[in-house]
């Protein structure tokens, strides 16, 4: 039983798995029951942009390729035209989903490669680059929040719904640790590591209880809740065997 425990504390309980799910629930819930909101209102399409943005970060958390932090790099910068509406929100929806399908491509055709595919001959630069590639594409998703409590709020923006103030006021932590997340060694990467799952958890479950009235939301309400069930058990799990082996 401790092997999965294992495999689950180790892969899994970390920034990324929250920025899948905030990306893969954040899409389905605009794709399908909201999808007549944006229709109604086009101003709703920045979302579409957005919730790729962090799809296509998380997929790369796990890929970890230089390709994929690149692709998600220019994914997470469409935070910015699709916020301000610089540009057509049909424009940003194409180009996000180009770039996750992208990334989806490469998980596949790297799988199982020793060395990363037009990754530099230079060893220094190479190292920088997947050191630093994606804690770029961490500072664009903040930008979500910047621009919102900066730009939007103060603009007068019809975005001044609870959920949203609380999701983007708690993003900004959740996103503080995600940089923190592989800069730091030891024990408190492992720390860093774990709260950043928990709050990056949380901050999807604050918004989703926020949003309980609505029926379409319990599903992933349930999904999150679910997770971080497991996780815990699989922490729990894995510090008891730990302690036994000790």
């Known amino acids: 039983m401790h092997r999965w425990a294992k495999t689950i504390v180790t892969k899994y309980v970390n ?3 929250p920025l899948l799910l905030m990306g893969a629930q954040w899409l389905y819930l605009w794709v ?30 796990f890929n970890r390729r230089l390709i994929s932090d690149a692709l998600a790099f220019l994914a997470s910068i469409l935070i910015i035209p699709s916020a301000l509406e610089l ?8 180009a996000g ?3 996750v399908g992208l990334i989806i491509m490469d998980m596949i055709f790297e799988r199982g490669r020793k060395e990363d ?11 920088w680059l997947k050191g630093h590639v994606l804690r770029f594409a961490y500072v664009m998703l903040g930008h979500l929040a910047l621009i919102h409590f900066f730009v939007r709020l103060p603009g007068g923006t019809y975005e001044t719904d609870l959920v949203t103030i609380a999701y983007n006021g708690m993003s900004i932590p959740f996103l503080t640790l995600a940089l923190l997340d592989g800069s730091i060694r030891g024990l408190w990467a492992t720390l860093i590591a774990r709260v950043g799952f928990f709050w990056g958890l949380l901050t999807m479950a604050v918004a989703l209880i926020i949003l309980f009235h609505q029926p379409e939301t319990r599903v992933c309400l349930g ?24």
């Open 32 to 61: 399908f029951p909201w999808y007549q909101a944006y229709v109604s209102d086009p101003h709703w399409g920045h979302n579409y942009a957005q919730s790729l943005a962090f799809l296509a970060v998380g997929l790369a958390y």
């Open 117 to 127: 595919l037009g990754q530099p001959s230079n060893r220094r630069l190479s190292f």
């Open 87 to 94: 540009l057509p929100h049909p424009v940003t929806t194409i």
């Open 15 to 17: 920034v990324g798995t």
């Open 223 to 246: 999904i999150t809740l679910a997770v971080s069930a497991l996780a815990t058990v699989a922490l729990i799990v894995d510090r008891r065997s730990a302690t036994n082996t000790a």
């Open 97 to 99: 989903a180009v770039l």
